[in-house]
């Protein structure tokens, strides 16, 4: 069967945050990683802010689509990727991950 979860996120210039572990994190950009999705899928919601970007380091791409362009790439298997710091202002993206159930567990039992 076929799953997806939805979130926003948004991305403050100079903000940071607490994780679980008492660590001060920052919430104007994220780190290079995968995705726990077979697909994922990224809608730009504004551009009224500075820098910004999802950045492919394999590809050497920085992507910047259009507002309520929908952008897709695969999750955790090809494409490493990470939002650039926003630099200015804030920026807000609804993420999507897609995946079959079968393709969830095995995801799953691959990263714990």
């Known amino acids: 069967s076929f799953e997806a979860e939805n979130f926003l996120v948004k991305y403050v210039a100079g903000s ?3 994780d679980e572990n008492g660590n001060k994190i920052s919430i104007s950009r994220l ?3 995968t995705d726990n ?13 500075i820098g910004g970007g999802c950045w492919f380091p394999r590809q050497k791409a920085l992507m910047k689509p259009p507002v309520g362009y ?6 955790i298997f090809t494409h490493r990727h990470g939002a650039r710091e926003v630099l200015k202002g804030e920026r807000y993206v609804i993420i999507t ?5 079968n393709d969830r567990e095995r995801i799953a039992q691959k990263i714990g």
């Not at 999705?37 to 802010?49: K, P």
């Not at 991950?97 to 159930?101: L, Y």
């Open 16 to 18: 940071s945050k607490l």
């Open 31 to 33: 780190p290079v990683h």
């Open 37 to 49: 999705s077979q697909i994922s899928f990224s809608v730009s919601l504004n551009t009224d802010f």
């Open 70 to 75: 929908l952008m897709f790439h695969p999750g």
């Open 97 to 101: 991950f897609a995946h079959t159930t």
